[in-house]
C-alpha cells in the first residue's frame, strides 16, 4: 500500500501542477511533494527486513501476460531511496533557475519521478517496459521546451537513440513472453525461463541494447555528451542522477536473470568496451572547454566503472557498482548544481571565462573541492567504497581489467584537478563582481557533501540492503561463475 | 597505573586531536586570529604526542609486542571485512612519535612564520588534517585504514603547495604531486586488490602472519611487493616519479619540512617495512628497490650540487637521503632504514626550519647568490643549521653519522659495487650542503635587504631539532661504540623483517670503514670551504655553463622529458580524442545507424519536422504493433 502511496505522490502532484498551474507556488508543492515522497522511502527502508516485499498485484491486461505488480528487494529499494533523496534536490535547483512556466516544468519533473519508481518498483517485464517508456517522456518535453541551443536536433537524436534501445528492448520481452508456458510476464516467471545457449546469446543484445544506450556505455554514447550539454539543470540533473541507474538496475533484473549464459558469454566483452569508455572519456575530459560537457564526460567516465563493475558478477563487483550507483547519483547532482551555480555568477558554462575565482568565492570553492575529492573517489567518501569494491570485482576476474579500471584514478584526478584550478585558481583574471555560495547553495551542497562523508565513512546502511539480493542472485546463477 | 592494554584503547584520540583541531579550525577561520589558531593547533598536536608517549613508556614489547584496537566494521560485503582499526606496535608508536614530535615543533614554528599570513588559521587547519592523515597512514591495522592516510597526507600535501593559490605555476606544482602520487597510488590499489585475493583480509596480523605460507619468490608475492613498491616510488619520490618533490617546494616551509621532508615522504619505507615479510620473500622485488634507491641517491645528490634556490637544494638532499632509505631496504636492513627515517626527520626537519627562518630574515629570499655572511646577523639559526649539515654530512658524533654508518656497512656486507656508490652519493651530499651552509652564512652579505634574527617562537623549535640532530644517533648505538642497537631490538617485536637481519662485519671492518667515510667527508667539507667559504663571484645561469654541468645544473632536463613524453602528448591525445574521435567518428557513426534505422520506417521526412507529438504517436502504436505481432503472429 505505501508503495502506490509512493508513486501516486508525485503523479497527483504533478497532475495538480500541469492542471491549475499556480505559477507562483509551483515549486513550493513540488518540494514538499518530493519530500512527502521521500518520508514514504525513508519509511520503506525502515521497515524493510531483508525480505522481498510484495506490495501490489492486480492483472491488468492477462493475455499479454501483463500484470500490475510491484515489489522490491534491497537492490530495488535502494534505487528507490536514491531516487526519493535526490528529487527534493533536483525540484530545489530550480528556485534559482527561473524557467518560464514553473508549473509545466516541476509537473514533467514529478511525472518523471513518478514513473520512475514505477521503474524500480514493477514486477513484472511489461509494467517495467511502460513506466521505462513512460519516464522518458517528460524529459523528453523538458529538453525539447527548456532546452540550449540545438535543442530541437539533440533531443531528436537523443529520442531515436532511446527509441531504437526500447524496441528492442520490448521485442525481447514479447519473445520471452511467447517462450513462457503460462504466457507471464512477471519477473519471477522469466526467471524461471532456461532459454538455449543459441537463442541466450541473440537475446542477450535484444534486452541489454536499451539499457546499454541509457546508461550509456562505449559506443553507444554519442547522444550523452550533448544531450547533458543542452538541457536544462534540472533535466541534466534527472538524466545522469537517477535515470541512467535505469540502466543498470535493468540490467540486473532483466538481463542477468533472464539471459544467464548469454551474459556470461558476453561478459567480458561488455567489460572491455565499458572500460574503453571509462578511460576514452576520462581523457577527453581533460581538454574540454565547457565546464558542463566536462562534467558529462567525467559522468561516462564513471557509468563505465559501474557498468564493468556489474559486469564482474561477483559480490564485490555487483555490491560496488550499485554502491557507486548512489554515490554517482550524489556527485552528479552536486557536480552539475556547482557548474549551474558558476553559471549563474559568470555568465557562462564556458571554463575561459572562470578563473581566480576563490578569491571571491571561497566558500563555494571549498564546496566544489569537497565534491571533487567525492569526484576522485578518495578514501572516506562514498566513491572509495564503490570504486574499491569494484576493483577487486575486477581484480577476481582478470589482473589486466582491474588495472584498466584503475587508471581512472589517475585520469580522474588530472582532469578534475584541472578543471577547479581552471575554474577556481590562479589570479582573479576577470575582475568579475560574483558574490559567494550563499545560503540557499549551502543548503543544497552541504546535505549532499555530508552524505557522501558519512556512507563514506560508515557504508553499512547500504551494503547491508543490497549485500543480501545480490548474494542470492549471484548463488542463483552458478552458471557466471 | 594505566596498563597499555587500557591506553592502547585511547589510541584513537591520537588521530582525533588533530583531526578536531582541523574541523574547529575550517570552521571558525575568521574568530579565532592568527595566535589562536596557531596555538589550537599546536596543542592539539602536543596533546596526540603526548597519548603516543604514554603509550610508548606503557608498551612492553617483550610481553606485549602488538595491540589491535576495532572501532567499527567499515566495509563488510560478502567475504570481504576490513575493520577500521588500529595497531600499536613498534612500528607505529616509532612514526607516531616522529609524526607527533616533529609535528608538534613545525606547528609551533609556524605560528611565527605565517603569522602575517591572511590564510593563517587555513593553513593551521590544513596542517592539522595532514598530521590526522599521517596518524592513519601508520597506526592503520590494515592496508586500507593505512591506504586512507596515504591518499589523505596526499591530498594535504596538494592543498598546501598550492597554499598560495593565485600563482598559476604553484597550483601546477600541487596538481603535478598529486597525479604523480595517483600513478603510484594505482600500484597501491592493485597490489591491495591482489593481496585480498591471495589471503582474503587486508589485516597486517593475518596476511604478514600467514605469508610464510608462500614459498621465496613466489611470483604473486613478487609481484604484490613490486606493485606496493610502485607506491612507494610515488610517495617517496623515487626514480622515475620524484621530480613533484622539488616542484612541491612552492608551499610554504613549514610545509616543506613537516610533509615534504620529515613525514609523508617517508611513507613509502613505512609501508615496505610494515610488509617486511612479504618483501623477505622477494628476492627480486628487494633488488629492484635497491638498484632504484642507489640510483635515486646519485641522481638527486648530483643535482643538488648545482642548485641555487636553498629550498631546492634540501629538496634534491631529500629525495637523495630516500635514496639511501630504499637502498637500506633493499639490503633488507630495515632497522637501518627506520632509523635513517628517525635521524632524517630530525636534521631534515632542522635544516628546511632553519633555512625558513634565512627566508624570513631576508623577507622571503630563497637564491642563495644573494645571501652570504649570515652567521653574524642570525647566531641561533646559523648554529643549528651548521649541527644540521655536520647531521647530514655524517660527521661523527651526530645522528646523521650513524644511521647512514648503518646503511653503508650493510652495503659493504653486500656488495662493495653498492658500497662504492653509496659513499661516493655521501661525499656529493656532503658537498653541496657545506657548499649551502658556506654561500649562506660564511663570506659577505651579497644582498640588498636588512637580515634580522627569528624570534623565540622560531628558534626553539630549532633548538630542539638541534639536540636531537646531535644526539640522535643515540637512539640505535652500534655495538663497536659499545651500545646495543636498542631501535633495531625494538622494531624487531613489529616486524618479522627487521628480527631476521643478520650483518656480520669484523669490529675491525666496521672501524676501517667509518673512518674511510670520515676522512673523505672532512676533505670534501674542506675543499668546498676552500671554494664557498670567501667566495664573492658565483655561477650564473645553466645556459652559460659548460654541456654537462649544465645539464645537470638543468636537472638532467627530466621535466623537460616527461613533458615531450607524457604531458603533451595527453593533450594532444584529449583535444584529439574530442575533435575527431567524437565529433568526426562517432557522432556521424551513431547518427547514421539512427537514419538508417528511420529510413526503413519511411517516416524520416515527417520526422525531421520535429514534431513531438508524432514521435510519441509513433512510439505507442510501434509498442502495440510489436505485441500483437510477437503474440499472435509467431
Known amino acids: ?481 | 597505573m594505566v596498563s597499555f592494554e587500557q591506553l592502547a584503547h585511547l589510541s584513537w584520540l591520537v588521530p582525533a586531536f588533530p583531526l578536531a583541531g582541523a574541523l574547529v579550525n575550517a570552521a571558525l577561520r575568521r574568530k579565532l586570529g592568527a595566535n589562536g589558531s596557531g596555538a589550537l593547533a599546536t596543542l592539539l598536536v602536543a596533546a596526540s604526542f603526548v597519548v603516543s608517549a604514554l603509550l610508548f613508556w606503557s608498551h612492553r614489547p617483550e610481553e606485549h609486542p602488538v595491540e589491535v584496537v576495532t572501532l567499527f566494521d567499515w566495509i563488510h560485503v560478502g567475504g570481504m571485512s576490513i575493520p577500521f582499526a588500529f595497531q600499536i606496535d613498534a612500528l607505529s608508536l616509532t612514526m607516531m612519535l616522529i609524526v607527533t614530535g616533529v609535528g608538534m615543533l613545525i606547528h609551533l614554528y609556524s605560528i611565527g612564520y605565517m603569522h602575517d599570513d591572511p590564510r593563517v588559521a587555513s593553513f593551521f587547519a590544513m596542517l592539522n588534517l595532514f598530521t590526522f592523515a599521517m596518524l592513519l597512514l601508520v597506526m592503520g591495522a590494515n592496508y586500507l585504514i593505512t591506504f586512507i592516510g596515504w591518499e589523505g597526507v596526499g591530498l594535504c600535501s596538494y592543498l598546501l603547495i598550492g597554499f598560495w593559490y593565485t600563482n598559476p605555476a604553484y597550483n601546477y606544482a600541487a596538481r603535478k604531486a598529486f597525479v604523480m602520487n595517483r600513478i603510484g597510488d594505482v600500484g597501491v590499489v592493485l597490489a591491495l586488490a591482489l593481496l585480498f585475493h591471495l589471503f582474503g583480509t587486508l589485516d597486517y596480523t593475518a596476511v604478514l602472519g600467514r605469508a610464510g605460507g608462500f614459498g621465496v619468490g613466489n611470483p604473486l608475492i613478487v609481484g604484490a611487493t613490486l606493485l606496493l613498491f610502485v607506491g612507494a616510488m610515488g610517495k617517496s619520490a623515487q626514480i622515475p616519479l620524484f621530480t613533484w618533490l622539488p616542484d612541491a617546494m612552492a608551499g610554504p616551509t613549514p610545509v616543506s619540512a613537516l610533509i615534504h621532508a620529515a613525514t609523508m615522504v617517508t611513507a613509502g619505507i613505512f609501508l615496505v617495512v610494515r610488509s617486511s615479510v612479504l618483501f623477505e620473500l622477494a628476492p627480486f622485488t628487494k633488488d629492484v628497490i635497491l638498484a632504484i634507491g642507489t640510483a635515486t641517491a646519485l641522481l638527486a645528490a648530483s643535482i643538488g650540487l648545482f642548485q641555487n634556490d636553498i629550498k631546492k637544494v634540501l629538496a634534491y638532499s631529500t629525495v637523495s637521503q630516500l635514496g639511501y632509505m630504499f637502498a637500506a631496504l633493499g639490503l633488507g636492513a630495515y632497522s637501518a632504514g627506520m632509523f635513517h627515517v628517525t635521524t632524517h626527520a630530525f636534521f631534515k626537519a632542522l635544516l628546511f626550519l632553519g633555512a625558513g627562518s634565512v627566508i624570513h630574515a631576508l623577507g622571503g629570499e630563497q637564491d642563495i647568490r644573494k645571501m652570504g655572511g649570515l652567521k653574524g646577523v642570525t647566531k641561533i639559526t646559523y648554529i643549528t643549521f651548521l649541527i644540521g649539515t655536520l647531521a647530514i654530512a655524517g660527521i661523527f658524533p651526530f645522528s646523521g653519522f650513524f644511521s647512514k654508518d648503518g646503511i653503508l656497512a650493510n652495503a659493504y656486507a653486500h656488495s662493495p659495487v653498492v658500497y662504492a656508490l653509496l659513499l661516493f652519493g655521501a661525499l656529493l651530499t656532503a658537498f653541496y650542503m657545506f657548499r649551502l651552509l658556506f654561500l649562506v652564512f660564511h663570506g659577505r652579505y651579497r644582498g640588498d635587504r636588512r637580515p634580522h634574527e627569528s624570534p623565540a617562537v622560531i628558534t626553539i623549535p630549532l633548538i630542539v631539532l638541534a639536540v636531537l640532530s646531535l644526539g640522535g644517533g643515540l637512539l640505535n648505538l652500534p655495538h663497536v661504540f659499545g651500545g646495543h642497537e636498542p631501535m633495531k631490538h625494538y622494531l624487531a617485536t613489529a616486524a618479522d623483517g627487521v628480527a631476521g637481519e643478520h650483518l656480520h662485519l669484523e669490529a675491525a671492518t666496521e672501524w676501517i670503514l667509518m673512518g674511510l667515510s670520515t676522512v673523505l667527508v672532512l676533505l670534501t667539507a674542506w675543499y668546498a670551504y676552500g671554494r664557498f667559504a670567501k667566495r664573492t663571484t658565483l655561477d650564473g645561469e645553466p645556459a652559460d655553463m659548460p654541456f654537462l654541468k649544465r645539464l645537470i645544473a638543468e636537472k638532467w632536463r627530466i621535466d623537460e622529458l616527461y613533458a615531450t613524453l607524457f604531458e603533451k602528448p595527453y593533450g594532444w591525445l584529449s583535444t584529439t580524442l574530442f575533435t575527431f574521435g567524437e565529433n568526426k567518428v562517432m557522432t556521424p557513426l551513431m547518427n547514421g545507424v539512427g537514419n538508417v534505422t528511420l529510413r526503413a520506417g519511411k517516416v524520416v521526412r515527417r520526422l525531421q519536422t520535429g514534431n513531438a507529438s508524432f514521435y510519441l504517436f509513433a512510439m505507442v502504436a510501434g509498442i502495440i504493433v510489436f505485441l500483437l505481432l510477437t503474440l499472435y503472429g509467431v
Open chain 1, 1 to 481: 500500500m505505501e508503495l502506490l502511496v509512493l508513486l501516486l505522490i508525485p503523479f497527483l502532484s504533478a497532475t495538480l501542477l500541469a492542471v491549475v498551474r499556480p505559477t507562483l507556488a509551483a515549486r513550493g508543492i513540488a518540494l514538499v511533494s518530493s519530500l512527502a515522497t521521500l518520508a514514504v522511502a525513508l519509511w520503506l527502508w525502515y521497515r524493510y527486513r531483508g525480505e522481498p516485499v510484495m506490495a501490489v498485484d492486480l492483472d491488468w491486461v492477462p493475455a499479454w501476460g501483463l500484470r500490475f505488480v510491484l515489489g522490491y528487494d534491497g537492490t530495488g529499494l535502494l534505487m528507490v531511496i536514491l531516487t526519493a533523496v535526490l528529487f527534493p534536490f533536483i525540484i530545489a535547483a530550480g528556485f534559482k533557475q527561473n524557467l518560464k512556466h514553473p508549473s509545466l516544468v516541476n509537473a514533467l519533473l514529478l511525472y518523471a519521478q513518478s514513473f520512475m519508481l514505477g521503474v524500480f518498483t514493477a514486477q513484472n517485464a511489461f509494467l517495467f517496459y511502460i513506466f521505462y517508456e513512460l519516464s522518458l517522456l517528460p524529459v523528453f518535453f523538458l529538453l525539447l521546451y527548456w532546452g540550449g541551443e540545438r535543442r530541437r536536433a539533440i533531443t531528436v537524436r537523443f529520442f531515436i537513440y532511446t527509441l531504437l534501445g526500447g524496441l528492442a528492448l520490448l521485442f525481447g520481452i514479447a519473445y520471452c513472453v511467447v517462450q513462457e508456458p503460462t504466457h507471464s510476464a512477471d519477473f519471477s516467471a522469466l526467471a524461471a525461463l532456461h532459454l538455449p545457449l543459441d537463442t541466450q546469446i541473440w537475446l542477450f543484445w535484444a534486452l541489454f541494447l536499451a539499457f546499454a544506450i541509457k546508461l550509456p556505455i562505449f559506443p553507444f554514447h554519442s547522444w550523452q555528451p550533448d544531450t547533458y550539454t543542452m538541457a536544462p539543470l534540472q533535466g541534466t540533473m534527472v538524466l545522469g542522477g537517477v535515470m541512467l541507474k535505469m540502466g543498470l538496475y535493468g540490467t540486473l533484473k532483466f538481463v542477468f536473470p533472464i539471459v544467464p549464459e548469454g551474459t556470461a558469454h558476453w561478459r567480458e566483452w561488455v567489460i572491455w568496451l565499458s572500460l574503453i569508455g571509462a578511460i576514452y572519456a576520462a581523457v577527453i575530459a581533460f581538454r574540454q572547454r565547457d565546464l558542463k560537457r566536462l562534467v558529462a564526460y567525467s559522468s561516462l567516465s564513471h557509468v563505465g566503472l559501474l557498468t564493468a563493475g556489474l559486469f564482474a558478477w561477483n559480490a564485490y563487483g555487483v555490491s560496488g557498482s550499485l554502491y557507486q550507483a548512489f554515490a554517482h547519483a550524489v556527485l552528479v547532482v552536486s557536480l552539475f548544481y556547482i557548474v549551474g551555480a558558476m553559471k549563474d555568477r559568470v555568465g557562462s558554462s564556458e571554463i575561459a571565462a572562470m578563473g581566480g575565482l576563490k578569491l571571491r568565492t571561497p566558500r563555494l570553492a571549498a564546496l566544489f573541492l569537497l565534491v571533487v575529492l567525492n569526484a576522485v573517489a578518495l578514501p572516506l567518501t562514498q566513491s572509495f567504497v564503490g570504486e574499491w569494491l569494484m576493483f577487486n570485482g575486477l581484480w577476481q576476474l582478470n589482473g589486466w581489467m582491474a588495472f584498466a579500471a584503475v587508471t581512472t584514478i589517475v585520469l580522474g584526478a588530472i582532469y578534475m584537478f584541472y578543471a577547479y584550478q581552471r575554474v577556481m585558481l590562479g589570479p582573479d583574471k576577470w575582475q568579475l563582481e560574483v558574490h559567494d555560495a550563499d545560503g540557499g547553495d549551502h543548503l543544497f551542497l552541504v546535505p549532499l557533501i555530508a552524505v557522501t562523508l558519512v556512507l563514506g565513512l560508515y557504508p553499512a546502511p547500504i551494503l547491508d540492503l543490497v549485500n543480501g539480493p545480490v548474494q542470492q542472485m549471484l548463488s542463483t546463477f552458478t552458471v557466471l561463475r
